[in-house]
């Protein structure tokens, strides 16, 4: 991982992320992503080579723990740099994230000196599928994996309906419950490639759609060890959940910051009538402000394991995602009959802002979270 070493400068503290990740990561959001928005939006392409691009600047890496310490802070201002610009992409860049960040805290040896050098460089592509085990935690719905202990590894089986940043050689993490032993869950590595795993597609979502998103189909895939990101899985989801959730709130902070920038360019023709609108820019500006200093202060320990820390996370991702749809409203006010036009940026954002609300975990599970305590 030179290329990514390169990338890092070193204090007291440690690794911590240079920040020229993040303008590097912004400069090629302005000129090489800009041009491609409307067509991953549509769905028209899925944008393998910038995210590989990406990778080599030191967009997947910056979080990867050194020495038992983690800071989350780079990966997420690189996620929302992104989404300053395109909202797809910034998720798929929080997919990538992730992968990394399970990767990286797994306890196997034999699958972190495999697959850490290449997912954290972008060299390999993937995401997350935890939607449905992060729903089953908390009493929304069952596993829908099965796995069954075998000889040098586990056979899986089942379906999951929606993964994202995926194709035919991408890996992703996803957890399964133990036929033989009810109720213990394992987590794995799952790659795209093999013949026991299809992706198939999903029918069009309201925005999305260039995200490399599939339903996928387990048939007895044999799951070897040096795939098992943990077992048992429970110790190290709880390691990984703040990274999980916190990253996203890159999502959210670049959707608000380009929503401000939409009503500004919008004053000088519309500010006589706007300025009656309740929500103004001065406010999101302000709010936003606040989520990314909380977001900084939560992401430089996302290994805290009391409970209060907990909470404060997930409510600053209920927060996030609320104020996301808050804004693109705003916004789309802002904009009138111009936003409500087809492929308007303030439309777009809209469609995005709805997105960031009821990703996993959505607004309705975090408030379950918070109410279960």
Known sequence: MGSLASKLAIDDAGLAPAPSIVDDVAAIARKDLAPLAAAIDAGDI???ELLRRLGEAGAWGSHVPQDGVADLSCAIETISALGEVCGATAFMAWCQNTLAWYVANSDNLALVDRLLADVASGRVLGGTGLSNPMKSFFGIEKLKLKGRKVEGGYVVRGALPWVSNLGPDHLFGTIFEREDAPGEIVMFIADCADSAV????????????????????????FVPDELILADPAGPFVKKIRAGFILLQAGMALGLIRDCIKIMQEVASPLGHVNRYLPQQPVDFGELASELARETATLARDPFNADDTYWRKVVALRLRAGEASV???????????ARGYLRGHRAERRLREAYFVAIVTPATKQLRKMLADG
């Open 198 to 221: 299809t992706l198939q597609p999903c029918q069009p979502f309201l925005a999305m759609d260039g995200t490399g998103t599939y339903g996928v189909q387990f048939r007895d895939l």
């Open 326 to 336: 808050a804004a693109a409203h705003a916004a789309m006010l802002h904009c009138g």
């Open 46 to 48: 899925y944008p393998a």
